[in-house]
């Protein structure tokens, strides 16, 4: 019986694709474990890795070859590998991630057998850049043991679980996949990850035990997280999950999806605009109820109108010199 399936999705990963198998495969466990890798329609030379190393592992290594590029950044090539899937538990994993220990798969499975009431856990894991444009760093300096959905809602923005980080009980995700508005999302890991708190607590291993590779071909980069599209799935998205949770969260989710206004007023399309930006920066200040000074920067800088700043400012200017003047002459 497999025990885990190891859920890969590849796309254009041929400078990766064998570190990150190799490092799956020297797993050491004391059962069965499978990898499924759903690759998704490669231009570079990803599928003759993949194909090289099934027939060179070919009771360990499934392979789902898309005849076409599924979309949504990976996503639905994801929810095909989830569905291929036999074992009790899925460990997710991107194809240019890697493994840095031997008993990664083995320690989850020990915490999830030892708590069944977990929906999922997740360890930590190591952030590096593939061109070196930053140092490493660690996606998280958690202490806490467990998580639930309130530890996963924040006003800004809460990522600290790393894909390849993450293990789930496979029949609870069939019996209760994602919702249907997830499929409009960028991102994936975001709302599974407080779908699956819904149903129960999240544990957390204290040990870096995976990278997680920021390179300019990936999903990360993909997403301009200053383009109006991203910004706008984000708001739809936290809408959404507001919606999910029954407006348990609602203050924190509008700070939150007001800071995606806030950013639209620096996007490519609308930073150089003045009613787009007008309009958001209203938005923005109805939502986050910023302290005093931010809503007198935001109303200066981007509510009024730039031609009533230039009045303001030449009348201001010679009020000014004329108060200097008067004040040399007594």
Known sequence: MIKVSVCVVTYNHEKFVAKMLDSILMQQTTFDFEIVVGDDYSKDNTRAILTEYQQRFPDKIRLLLHPKNMGLNGKFNALATFAAAKGEYIAQF????????????????????????????????KVVFDDNAAPPYLVNTLTKKEFTVDDLIGEDELCFIATSA???????FARNPDPEWTNKSTSGDIPRNIMLATRGPIGYIDEVMSVYRKQRGGASFADNHYGKDFLFNRIEMYSNIDKELKYKYHDRLTKNIATYYYKMLFSREYGETYWPRAKYAVKYLSMAQPSPERKKEVI?????????????SYFALNLYNLKSKLSGQS
Do not use: W
């Open 166 to 172: 993450l293990m789930f009980r496979r029949e609870d």
């Open 94 to 125: 991107d194809g240019d991630d890697y493994l840095l220990v031997t008993d990664k798969l083995q320690k989850q499975v020990e915490m999830m057998d030892a708590n069944p009431h977990y929906s999922a856990c997740f360890h930590n894991a």
């Open 300 to 312: 200066r800088d981007f509510i009024i109108p730039p031609f009533f700043m230039k009045v303001y």
